[in-house]
T-cell receptor
Framework: EAQVTQNPRYLITVTGKKLTVTCSQNMNHEYMSWYRQDPGLGLRQIYYSMNVEVTDKGDVPEGYKVSRKEKRNFPLILESPSPNQTSLYFC??????????FGSGTRLTVV | KQEVTQIPAALSVPEGENLVLNCSFTDSAIYNLQWFRQDPGKGLTSLLLIQSSQREQTSGRLNASLDKSSGRSTLYIAASQPGDSATYLC????????????FGGGTRLMVKP
């Protein structure tokens, strides 16, 4: 089944403790991206990648890092999480922008 | 900067009604527009994708139209059912925006039995 898989689905962590949210797709898509969703603010793009070793900032990149060493994986790294990064995170992939497939989401709480 | 607006923000209808959800965007230089459905606390499910050269797309009871010149798209749902209750999001990909999607705020739909 074609899908985007995120892990974990739920995560509670403490301020400053580094964490990684993994994202993997099995559709051989070039494009991958990360979004966060917050009440009243909607979905906003954090980072995106148009191919291996090619990444760029979205609208809200501060406090996040990404890497794209393999085509199928696009992890999101929070080096020093803060409470304002509490959010619902989505990973998405696309074949050159012809429609996007989203993962099921990761609900992150930073206390 | 592209801005995407969805009206209404919330809608409640009785089962069986036909309904229209609206999406407007400020920059007509788009690559494509995609409609998604999101159930509470869940991920986004793609419903319909319209390329900039297309006028409409249909899937079952859903029909999406696109008018680039006026910056509008509509999602038509025929014979609504309680299972259609969800938030509907439209997202626009601009021509020169690489991998960037801009989302509207969504329309929260409730279909009452």
């Amino acid at each position: 089944e074609a899908q985007v898989t995120q892990n974990p689905r739920y995560l509670i962590t403490v301020t400053g403790k580094k964490l990684t949210v993994t994202c993997s797709q099995n559709m051989n898509h070039e494009y991958m991206s990360w979004y966060r969703q917050d009440p009243g603010l909607g979905l906003r793009q954090i980072y995106y990648s148009m191919n291996v070793e090619v990444t760029d900032k979205g609208d809200v990149p501060e406090g996040y890092k990404v890497s794209r060493k393999e085509k199928r994986n696009f992890p999101l790294i929070l080096e020093s999480p803060s409470p304002n990064q509490t959010s619902l995170y989505f990973c998405a992939s696309s074949f050159k922008g012809y429609g996007y497939t989203f993962g099921s989401g990761t609900r992150l709480t930073v206390v | 900067k592209q801005e995407v607006t969805q009206i209404p923000a919330a809608l409640s209808v009785p089962e069986g009604e036909n309904l229209v959800l609206n999406c407007s965007f400020t920059d007509s230089a788009i690559y494509n527009l995609q409609w998604f459905r999101q159930d509470p606390g869940k991920g986004l499910t793609s419903l319909l994708l319209i390329q900039s050269s297309q006028r409409e797309q249909t899937s079952g009871r859903l029909n999406a139209s696109l008018d680039k010149s006026s910056g509008r798209s509509t999602l038509y749902i025929a014979a609504s059912q309680p299972g259609d209750s969800a938030t509907y999001l439209c997202a626009v990909r601009r021509n020169n925006a690489g991998n960037m999607l801009t989302f509207g705020g969504g329309t929260r739909l409730m279909v009452k039995p």
